[in-house]
T-cell receptor, first 115, second 115 residues
Framework: AQSVTQPDIHITVSEGASLELRCNYS??????LFWYVQSPGQGLQLLLK??????LVQGIKGFEAEFKRSQSTFNLRKPSVHWSDAAEYFC?????????????FGTGTQLKVEL | DGGITQSPKYLFRKEGQNVTLSCEQN?????MYWYRQDPGQGLRLIYY???????QKGDIAEGYSVSREKKESFPLTVTSAQKNPTAFYLC??????????????FGPGTRLLVL
């Protein structure tokens, strides 16, 4: 069965520092990959997605992620974090065919930004 | 504005009571989903529907029921059989899965509390 692991439950960075959030997945084939962000008490907003092509994906708010097939990772990065980036981040995978477009989510990484 | 609306924002349930959470979308999406979110557990799929008058169980369907009588509406009923209903419930929608594998878009959520 597919699974997604986000090893870091909490991460704290200083404003202006770089950020990397880790996402490891286990899947029978290359899945579709997503990163979502959730502010407290809100729904999820899509940051970026990987379907095919260039393995470095650019998203909104200055985020990017790199798909590494050999390592089964899809880590999220940002060169310089802003205080408004404090939120919870979820990595998700979905099947390329069948499965009803069901997504499997990681347990999330809570990002705190120190001013 | 196109989007997904969920109501109410907060819902209180008494013991033995059924409650219904509303989810409406005006995005003309074919597929709709219900997720449950608990702290530290990420999102878990309850039910999903790919077309009107059809729906499938997700990973944690016990104690829940849904209907899909209209394309834009996908209400979720939390029945008295759900013994631990306190959670944040998120509704999502996407266009019909196809070659481009469309993204799921999320509503703002409903927080259900048990009295």
């Amino acid at each position: 069965a597919q699974s997604v692991t986000q090893p870091d439950i909490h991460i704290t960075v200083s404003e202006g520092a770089s950020l990397e959030l880790r996402c490891n997945y286990s899947y029978g084939a290359t899945p579709y990959l997503f990163w979502y962000v959730q502010s407290p008490g809100q729904g999820l907003q899509l940051l970026l997605k990987y379907f095919s092509g260039d393995t470095l994906v650019q998203g909104i708010k200055g985020f990017e992620a790199e798909f590494k097939r050999s390592q089964s990772t899809f880590n999220l990065r940002k060169p310089s974090v802003h205080w408004s980036d404090a939120a919870e981040y979820f990595c998700a995978v979905g099947p390329r065919s069948g499965g009803g477009n069901k997504l499997t989510f990681g347990t999330g990484t809570q990002l705190k930004v120190e001013l | 504005d196109g989007g997904i609306t969920q109501s109410p924002k907060y819902l209180f349930r008494k013991e033995g009571q059924n409650v219904t959470l509303s989810c409406e979308q005006n995005l003309n999406h074919d597929a709709m989903y219900w997720y449950r979110q608990d702290p530290g557990q990420g999102l878990r799929l309850i039910y999903y529907s790919q077309i009107v008058n059809d729906f499938q169980k997700g990973d944690i369907a016990e104690g829940y029921s849904v209907s899909r009588e209209k394309k834009e509406s996908f209400p979720l009923t939390v029945t008295s059989a759900q013994k631990n209903p306190t959670a944040f419930y998120l509704c999502a929608s996407s266009t019909k899965p196809g070659p481009t594998r469309e993204t799921q878009y999320f509503g703002p959520g409903t927080r259900l509390l048990v009295l």
